[in-house]
Structure formats: structure tokens, C-alpha cells
């Protein structure tokens, strides 16, 4: 993947079979194009950031149950009226 090129964010959750050997389930997606961030073990996600059109080869990967784009939640503060 380009340096300049853009990447979307994923969470990937892997399948709870294969959550012992994540390492290699990250190696796997870092195969087909993820740049891995984080590895999460104890909830058997992995995050990291990949072309948008990578999303089918990386929920193809062994032991990949979803992959899906983070997005941005905001929450208004307490003192703010509701809407």
C-alpha cells in the first residue's frame, strides 16, 4: 500500500476457536494488506487500517468472524440539552 494512499480504519473479531493464535491471525491480514495497530487478546479483535477495497480479501482470512470500519461516536455532556 502507498504511503499516500487512503486507508480506512477496521476492527477485525476473530472467531473464538482462533483467538489463541491471533498472532498468526494477524500475520494472515497483515498478508493481505491490513497494517495491524493493536491486537486486543482479551477481546479477540485486532485493529488496524487498510484500503477500503481490501475488506472481502481480509474477512476471507482464516479465523476472521467480521471485519468492520471503526466509526466516530460522540456524546453530547451531561449538561447539554437533548435534542
Do not use: F
Request: proline share 7%.
Amino acid at each position: 500500500m502507498a504511503q499516500d494512499e487512503p486507508t480506512t480504519a477496521w476492527i477485525v473479531t476473530v472467531d473464538d476457536p482462533r483467538t489463541d493464535s491471533l498472532d498468526a491471525v494477524a500475520a494472515a491480514l497483515e498478508a493481505c494488506g491490513l497494517r495491524v495497530d493493536r491486537v486486543l487478546p482479551a477481546a479477540g479483535m485486532i485493529h488496524g487500517r487498510a484500503d477500503r477495497t481490501r475488506r472481502e480479501a481480509l474477512a476471507a482470512v482464516d479465523g476472521v468472524a467480521s471485519v468492520d470500519p471503526v466509526r466516530d461516536v460522540s456524546i453530547a455532556p451531561p449538561e447539554a440539552d437533548v435534542q
